[in-house]
């Protein structure tokens, strides 16, 4: 069993009880939040290791929230949410979701879910002392001890879970990963979810480090298979 402490935060209360009987079950502490502010507050004092969290909040939204989450911590968030369509699912990324579940839900695929986020934040931290710890590639500079990226000397800021997705790809330079492949990776092989999540969140980073996001000179789409790293020459150092 473990420990691990997750904040839930919703407006319905039904939901939140169902939350917290199925995570509780899995051994997890759970706190709880009905509206952003109080979030926020409760993020700040109880210093999660998981954030779950509603789009659709009263005074302060979902989007906001995951904001300012981000700004003060790189804790793994899944946004839970009755809007699934496209446009949503990316803004949730853009503003540091790390994973998306759409209402209705099942609270076995949440926990699953959850179980492997933590599962690869723990990992990831685990293999940083193995790898090279530096990629350069015509003005990209990516440190994965620092979790820094710079685009040209200036500082790129990406949500752990972008980090991670660049950090595969340009660690493999000019290897087509598939977007299943990449969600095996990135989410974990017990993670139940999207391939289009995959999409979403290349065409996301795209804009964070790509002059022309339109016509990419670092993650090419190779068309019918996947995603490769393709800048030119990839430079490695521990």
């Known amino acids: 069993m473990t420990n691990r402490k997750i904040l839930a935060v919703d407006d319905e209360p039904d939901i939140l009880k169902i939350i917290v009987h199925r995570l509780s079950r899995e051994g997890y502490d759970i706190v709880t939040a009905g509206d952003g502010e109080s979030a926020i507050e409760v993020f700040r004092r109880e210093k999660p290791d998981l954030v779950i969290l509603d789009l659709m909040l009263p005074k302060i939204d979902g989007f906001e929230v995951c904001r300012v989450l981000r700004e003060e911590s790189d804790v793994p968030i899944i946004i839970l949410s009755a809007r699934g369509d496209e446009l949503d699912r990316l803004l949730g990324f853009r503003m540091g979701g790390d994973d998306y579940l759409t209402k209705p839900f099942s609270p076995s695929e949440l926990a699953l879910r959850v179980q492997a986020m933590l599962r690869r934040t723990a990992g990831h931290r685990e293999n940083e002392k193995s790898e090279p710890n530096v990629i350069k590639c015509n003005g990209l500079f990516i440190d994965l001890r620092g979790h820094l990226v710079t685009l040209d000397g200036k500082e790129v800021q990406l949500t752990p879970k972008e980090f991670k997705l660049l950090w595969l790809l340009a660690s493999h330079p000019d290897y087509v990963f598939t977007r299943e492949h990449l969600l095996d990776q990135i989410w974990d092989s017990d993670y139940i979810g999207d391939a289009d999540n995959v999409t979403v969140m290349v065409s996301r ?31 490695m150092r521990d």
């Open 205 to 235: 980073l795209r804009e964070k480090i790509e002059k022309d996001p339109a016509n990419p000179r670092y993650i090419k789409t190779v068309w019918g298979v996947g995603y490769k790293f393709g800048g030119g020459e990839v430079q």
